[in-house]
């Protein structure tokens, strides 16, 4: 029987969650009985019995028909300018109207009168892990997927009521996990999924466990079963493992093109996949009409995804000027992640601890590139294995002050980032514009209790400043 107890109890119950409701642990104590793909089926169980805190219970009800945001300011993600004497009329998931002129609230609206907050469009963070994010490794390796997808639920809504309500997840197992958020089962963003990460023997993502080695013919590893890698080391079995990805539903494909912080045994030299051999995952992710991101560190490892094809590149922090030129030239994107110190990666130990120091050293020189050349630049927090460093996702958000004005802040991680996500092509599982306040665009709206366009870190306070959190047309947070 599953237990979540003093050892595992702050996964799911720190920063006000509602995981101590007598419902959702007894939902929990069935989680052990089911399979893992029937995990979210328990998950789901929970949160409709009506184990979920009250602030985000408009996830399972049936939201107004219309609501009426107004006596509002309103940011612009396009121009990045405030507008005053705003109001938005939402009608079910979307925008129906952006008003100017004060007119009256339509017959059977709720109106919502906003104090002269700041309406911006709901964050958008590009490189997230909604299963890894708040789950320490050793957990992940070795725990119960019952204490997994427990605290996963707990630090979805989390999540969301930070004010990011949509997210692009590098990695992981979540495609059922999306769904329930998806039907409303459990509250928590929208999730652009790549599924398992798609990695080489030694490269980053291969957290074999040493009795794992050596690799028994077809047998897959732990961690492959869990869905979290994919270890390949042929190019037919690297087509098969992204095709799977592709029919759960990945959005975008991950792919490992090097070492990394968080994997012991890969350094961060080292290169994994051939040119080769990412041209032919290139290829298979064009045929389904979406695109292929790759992590990568070196300026080697870059300069071969890039001679491959890809459209984005994950991290970058010790490439050169000669590469980020190139990623220029090419018309890619660069993800990026501003570490700084140790308080953005305090779940590092051992050799992780050791090279990200080297990520501190080149994280502003990478953003001085992307300015110099113009590089197009989305942002993400990627935080793991850590409940502790989850919540830091919105500080991560504003040490980009370090490099860009409020306003390009605002407007990479709402508009920018979204277009990003349109790389999805056909794969975007939601059609429709994010990242902006305007008609027939989704209806993820914050209420912003100031503006952040003269003070930044009003973000880094969400549970005070942001008055209002929508997604999709239903209120997960009203404080007005």
Not at 206 to 213: A, G, I, S
Not at 257 to 283: M, Y
Request: glycine share 10%.
């Amino acid at each position: 029987m599953l237990r979540l107890g003093q050892k595992y109890g702050h996964l799911a119950h720190r920063a006000g969650c509602g995981c101590l409701n007598p419902d959702l642990q007894a939902a929990s104590r069935r989680l052990d009985l089911l399979s893992r793909r029937g995990l979210l089926g328990g998950a789901a169980a929970a949160a409709l019995s009506g184990a979920l805190p009250g602030v985000s219970a408009a996830q399972t009800a049936a939201p107004p028909t219309k609501i009426l945001l107004r006596e509002a300011r309103l940011f612009d993600s396009a121009s990045g300018k405030v507008r005053d004497g705003a109001q938005v009329l939402v009608e079910n998931n979307r925008i129906a109207s952006v008003d100017f002129s004060n007119a009256p609230a339509p017959s059977g609206a709720t109106v919502i009168a906003c104090r002269n907050g700041v309406l911006i469009p709901g964050l958008i963070d590009a490189h997230w892990h909604t299963i890894f994010a708040a789950v320490p490794l050793p957990i992940l390796l070795n725990g119960d997927p019952g204490i997994i997808y427990a605290a996963s639920t707990a630090e979805a809504q989390r999540t969301l009521l930070r004010g990011f309500t949509t997210v692009r997840d590098l990695g992981g197992p979540v495609f059922s996990f999306k769904q329930a958020i998806d039907a409303g089962m459990i509250p928590g963003p929208r999730i652009f999924p790549s599924g398992a990460m798609i990695t080489t023997s030694g490269g980053h993502g291969d957290l074999r466990l040493p009795t794992e080695f050596p690799r028994d013919g077809g047998r897959l590893s732990k961690g492959e079963l869990f869905g979290g890698a994919a270890i390949v080391d042929n190019v037919g079995d690297l087509r098969l493992r992204i095709r799977e990805q592709l029919l759960q539903g990945a959005s975008q494909i991950k792919l490992m093109g090097g070492g990394g912080v968080s994997s012991p045994r890969s350094p961060l030299d080292i290169v994994t996949f051939s040119e080769d051999e990412l041209r032919a995952a290139v290829a298979v992710v064009q045929d389904w009409n979406t695109y292929a991101t790759v992590h990568a560190y070196t300026p080697r490892a870059v300069r071969r995804a890039l001679a491959a094809g890809v459209a984005s590149i994950e991290h970058a922090h010790l490439i050169d000027e000669d590469t980020a030129r190139m990623i220029a030239e090419k018309g890619a994107w660069l993800s990026m992640q501003p570490f700084l110190s140790m308080d953005d990666a305090a779940s590092q130990t051992g050799p992780g601890a050791e090279r990200v120091l080297q990520l501190f050293a080149g994280t502003p020189r990478i953003y001085g590139f992307a300015r110099k050349f113009g590089i197009k630049t989305a942002w993400g927090s990627d935080v793991l294995f850590s409940p502790e460093l989850a919540p830091r996702q919105n500080i991560m958000l504003t040490h980009l002050s370090n490099w860009y004005g409020n306003a390009e802040i605002l407007q990479m991680a709402t508009a920018g980032n979204a277009e990003l996500l349109q790389l999805s092509g056909p794969r975007n599982p939601y059609p429709g514009k994010l990242g902006i306040i305007a008609e027939g665009a989704l209806a993820d709206i914050l209420v912003v209790a100031g503006n952040p366009v003269d003070d930044i870190r009003l973000l880094e306070n969400p549970h005070r400043n942001f008055a209002v959190i929508m997604k999709d047309g239903r209120l997960h947070k009203n404080m007005l």
